[in-house]
């Protein structure tokens, strides 16, 4: 029985998946982002942030882990130098997934993973959004705005009046009338 074992196999013997996780995250650590699919980036996701955050504390022992994970000096060079002066404050999330669509020949889910520091567009839009005020049901606020206006005009005189201003409160004017007239005749 397998309760409990969440771990994706990726049709793949043992074997076979830790190289492949291994070449893709020496491949990660040296192109800064790589083309996948979305079962491999998720895999490659849990293989190589916990060696990201044994990367920032140098020492030997550390070294000697990640090296029995990565298999190759260079990537160790790339991960203890270039990546942990990038990504040395962030408490976890060094990696980002980013959906591409769907493969042609099979229909696999494609996407893009990529170390999250080293993308210099997404770090230029981090600004903060301001957040959307609230409409109401009586409109988008378009009609206040035009309220505003008319009462400007009305309040100075030297200020010249449009037909459309003109229009617009005469059509106030006689809605008012009428409700003046339906209240007496009640």
């Known amino acids: 029985m397998r309760h409990g074992k969440k771990f994706n196999h990726l049709g793949r013997t043992a074997s076979h998946r830790k ?59 790339l991960l203890f130098g270039e990546v942990v002066e990038k990504v040395g404050n962030r408490p976890g999330g060094y990696t980002r997934i980013i959906k591409t669509g769907f493969r042609l020949g099979d229909n696999a889910e494609m996407c893009i993973i990529e170390l999250v520091d080293f993308n210099e567009l ?17 409109g988008s606020g378009k009609g206040t705005a035009e309220a505003a206006t008319t009462t400007e005009a009305k309040e100075s005189p030297e200020a010249e009046k449009t037909p459309e201003a003109d229009a617009s409160a005469d059509v106030s004017d006689e809605t008012t009338e009428n409700k003046d007239e339906d209240k007496k005749a009640e």
């Open 122 to 138: 997404m770090l230029k839009e981090d600004k903060p959004v301001k957040k959307a005020s609230r409409r109401s049901r009586r």
């Open 19 to 77: 190289a492949m996780l291994s070449n893709m995250a020496k491949s990660l650590l040296e192109h800064k982002r790589i083309s996948t699919t979305l079962a491999k980036a998720k895999e490659l996701r849990k293989y190589i942030e916990p060696l990201i955050t044994k990367a920032k504390e140098d020492t030997t022992h550390n070294r000697r882990i990640t090296f029995s994970y990565l298999r190759n000096k260079e990537a160790i060079k």
